[in-house]
C-alpha cells in the first residue's frame, strides 16, 4: 500500500465529499466551543446533552484525522489545528446560511400564489369554500382561478399554466396523477310545464339517449359520463359551455337537460326545475383532483387539496 492511500485501500482526496467534511451540525457545536470556551455550554446553545456533544467532536477528530478540542476542568481550548478548521468551518456554515435564505425566498414566491383550474361545476359550486377556507389558512397567497371543462383543466396542467386541477369526467387525462376528492350524481331535469315533469314512470335510457337535450359541450365531464351511460346521444337541441347557462335554457322551458345535482339544489327546492327519474342508468361519477404525473402538489395547492379532502 502506498503512503497516498489509506486503511481502507482508498486513495486520499477520493470519494464523496459527505464522507469526508463533518456535517452541519458537528460544524455549528465546533463554532459554538470556539465561541464560548466550553463544551457543555456549546452543547447546551445547540441543544444537545454533553456527552452528545463530546461523542459529536470525537467523530469530527477521527474524520478529519487531527485533535480539534483540547479538554480541561477549566474549560475546552481549540487546538491550533482547531482553530484553523473552525475558520474554515465559518465559512461553510455562512454559505450554508446563505443557501438557506435562498431556498426560502423560493418557498416564499412559490407559495405567495396558486393558479387553479378547475371544470365548471367544481369550479362554480364546490371552490368557492375550499378557497374561503385556504384564504383563512393562507391570507398572502393570491390565487387564480381558471375555469374551463375537462379537456381544458387537463391542457392548461400539461402546459405548466396551473398547478392543481380538478375534474369530474369519467378517466384521468392522459399525463396526469389524480385523487378522488368526492362523488357526484347527474339528475335528468325540466321545467315545471315539460311532459316529462307530469311523467308517472321513469325515463328509460333508450328514451333519454334519443331525446334531443340541452348538454355542455364536447370535453366536459357532464357530457363524457352522459354519453358513455347511455351509449350515445342524440344531437343535442342546445349545446352551451357552461353549467349556469344549461341550467337557465332549462329552468327558460326551452327542454330538458342533465346537470349536476349539487348544481340545481336550489332550482329543485325552489320548484323552478323538477327531476325526471331514470331507470336501469347509473349517472354517478367521481371528482378528482389533479395533477402533472410525478409532481405532487406542495405549498398552497397541497394545503387546497388537503381542504378538499377534509
Given at each position: ?89 465559518r465559512r461553510v456554515v455562512e454559505a450554508a446560511a446563505a443557501f438557506d435564505a435562498g431556498a426560502r425566498a423560493l418557498r416564499d414566491r412559490r407559495d405567495s400564489r ?18 374561503l377556507a385556504l384564504h383563512a389558512e393562507r391570507p398572502d397567497t393570491a390565487v387564480s382561478l381558471l375555469a374551463g371543462n375537462s379537456a381544458r383543466v387537463a391542457e ?18 392522459s399525463g396526469l396523477d389524480a385523487v378522488v376528492i368526492g362523488r357526484d350524481r347527474l339528475i335528468v331535469v325540466t321545467a315545471p310545464g315539460h311532459p316529462w315533469a ?113
Open positions: 500500500m502506498s503512503e497516498a492511500e489509506g486503511s481502507g485501500g482508498e486513495r486520499e482526496g477520493t470519494g464523496s465529499l459527505a464522507h469526508r467534511v463533518p456535517d452541519l451540525a458537528a460544524l455549528e457545536l465546533l463554532l459554538a466551543v470556539a465561541r464560548l470556551g466550553s463544551l457543555g455550554a456549546a452543547a447546551r446553545e445547540v441543544g444537545i446533552t454533553q456527552p452528545a456533544a463530546s461523542s459529536r467532536v470525537r467523530s469530527m477528530e477521527r474524520q478529519l484525522g487531527v485533535a480539534l478540542v483540547d479538554r480541561s476542568p477549566r474549560g475546552s481550548r481549540l487546538t491550533d489545528a482547531g482553530v484553523l478548521v473552525t475558520d474554515w468551518a396558486l393558479r387553479v383550474a378547475a371544470s365548471m361545476t367544481i369550479a362554480e359550486y364546490l371552490l368557492p369554500g375550499w378557497l392548461l396542467l400539461l402546459a405548466g399554466e396551473a398547478d392543481l386541477g380538478f375534474v369530474e369526467g369519467l378517466s384521468v387525462p307530469r311523467r308517472r314512470r321513469p325515463l328509460s335510457p333508450e328514451e333519454l339517449g334519443r331525446t334531443p337535450l340541452i348538454l355542455r359541450e364536447r370535453g366536459s365531464g357532464t357530457r363524457q359520463v352522459l354519453d358513455a351511460a347511455l351509449g350515445g346521444l342524440a344531437r343535442p337541441l342546445i349545446e352551451l359551455s357552461s353549467t349556469t347557462a344549461v341550467k337557465a335554457s332549462a329552468v327558460s322551458g326551452a327542454g330538458p337537460s342533465v346537470l349536476s345535482e349539487l348544481a340545481v339544489r336550489e332550482e329543485l327546492a325552489l320548484r323552478r326545475l323538477v327531476a325526471v327519474p331514470v331507470e336501469g342508468v347509473s349517472l354517478r361519477r367521481d371528482l378528482r383532483a389533479v395533477w402533472p404525473t410525478g409532481h405532487r402538489p406542495t405549498g398552497p395547492a397541497r394545503d387546497l387539496l388537503a381542504l378538499t379532502r377534509a
